[in-house]
């Protein structure tokens, strides 16, 4: 059997993405994923994505992480499958689709997606870190030198601590550059490893430099693939509401494997 796949990214945060409209694709087989996905044997990716139809939306989204299983919200993924699906013909500038956390809307303006996240509500504030659920689970601490950081070493121990398990969490080290920016770096879940950027990772960096520095949104936010930006508005009770994940996302290449 051979499958069909495209490859995208968002700032460094890659993807297959295969067209499993005809709902063929077996999402059972964990080790057929970690396998396209590994860097050696396969095609290489930090995740792996399914575009499927669905009844009341454009399109549903089926995310798995690069060791195969099912993932939570992956928010480059959304950038880049709502790239896909406009690459595809699905829709024109505007799009409404379905997640593992819900509805998504979403449009595309050149090489620019910009995608709706959902609304969060609770944020634990400790006084090393922060964590909250933007569709998956993330600390955030905030730290200094983050250009020399060895955020693998640092972040893996508390992925596996006690506190968030027994799902774990991505981590992600934030430095504060500026009044309006960020440099952002995440140790991610399901990966296991740092990669160059992680959308929801950003975004909770955001909303926590919101609430822990005071900075206003949008904020614009550096990872190692390049640069985002994340507008939300705050409410009186705490949540945020009218959360925007703002960056490139493009396709690198396409082809066919055989599984
Ligand atoms: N890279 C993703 C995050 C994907 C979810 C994460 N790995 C998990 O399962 O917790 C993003 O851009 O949000």
Do not use: W
């Amino acid at each position: 059997m051979t499958i069909d796949f495209s490859k995208y990214q968002g700032t460094g945060n890659d993807f297959v993405m295969i067209d499993d409209r005809a709902g063929t694709f077996p999402v059972q087989d964990q080790a057929l994923v970690a396998h396209l996905c590994h860097r050696r044997f396969g095609i290489g990716a930090d995740g792996l994505i399914l575009l499927r139809n669905d009844p009341d939306y454009d399109f549903r989204m089926i995310y798995f992480n690069a060791d195969g299983a099912e993932g939570s919200m992956c928010g480059n993924g959304g950038r880049c499958i709502v790239r896909f699906a406009h690459d595809l013909g699905v829709f024109d500038d505007k799009t409404r689709f379905i997640a593992v956390d819900g509805e998504h809307e979403a449009d595309v303006s050149k090489e620019v997606v910009s995608l709706k996240m959902n609304e969060v509500t609770g944020m634990d504030v400790h006084p090393d870190y922060a964590f909250l659920n933007t569709g998956s689970p993330h600390v955030v601490k905030f730290t200094e030198d983050l250009e020399t950081m060895d955020v693998v070493a640092e972040g893996r121990p508390i992925r596996y601590s006690e506190p968030f398990a027994p799902g774990g969490t991505n981590v992600n080290y934030a430095q504060v550059i500026d009044e309006q920016s960020l440099f952002v770096r995440t140790y991610e879940r399901g990966v296991e490893d740092e990669t160059y950027s992680c959308g929801t990772g950003v975004t909770a960096a955001a909303l926590s430099a919101h609430r822990q520095y005071g900075m206003s949104s949008p904020i614009a936010i550096r990872t190692l693939g390049g640069m985002l930006r994340v507008a939300f508005t705050a409410q009186d009770d705490g949540s945020f509401t009218d959360i925007y994940l703002i960056g490139p996302a493009q396709r690198v290449f396409g082809g066919q494997v055989e599984k």
